[in-house]
């Protein structure tokens, strides 16, 4: 398996339109393995820092830190390529991840423990449209801020 930062771009035509499909280019292979059921808490490896690389590409690199320390440091997850804890918080964080823009709504309800088929078209939604978390929560346009009788804010104030 390639690095995910490499996009492969394919162009099918027919008489009506033209579509363009661009993957990273282990996103069939993360999808393959998610059927298998390999790719799971406790496993280490190549696959699992790709994981974690396309994780920080789509803003989930506080996730994947161990905030313990000032200033937030790379978790041992990281550092070693290994699935424990953090990658477990963060898979499970991007799982529920609603809607960031026009793409279509893919909350995934998962514990975060294994790369489920799931999880993994999600991932390669959003490799295709270049979907990445606001780095703050305030700047989705979606949050709704309530007292619990009636809101009082969204995120624009």
Known sequence: MSTPAT?????????????TLCLCSC???????SRTGTLKAGTSG????????????????LELCNSTHIPATDSDDVKHDHWGAFTTRALRMFAAHPQVNQEAPAIV???????TEAIARKMQQWCSQGI?????????????VSNGIAQKIDAHG
Request: glycine share 4%; hydrophobic share 35%; with cysteine.
């Open 7 to 19: 996009v492969v771009c394919r162009t099918d035509s027919d008489q009506s339109h033209i579509n």
């Open 27 to 33: 996103a069939g292979v993360l999808l393959e393995k």
């Open 46 to 61: 190549d696959d699992i820092k790709h994981i974690h690389e396309h994780l920080r590409r789509f803003n989930f690199d």
């Open 109 to 115: 309800v998962a514990d975060g423990s294994a790369l």
């Open 132 to 144: 990445t978390s606001p780095k703050n929560y305030w700047e989705f346009e979606q949050l709704q």
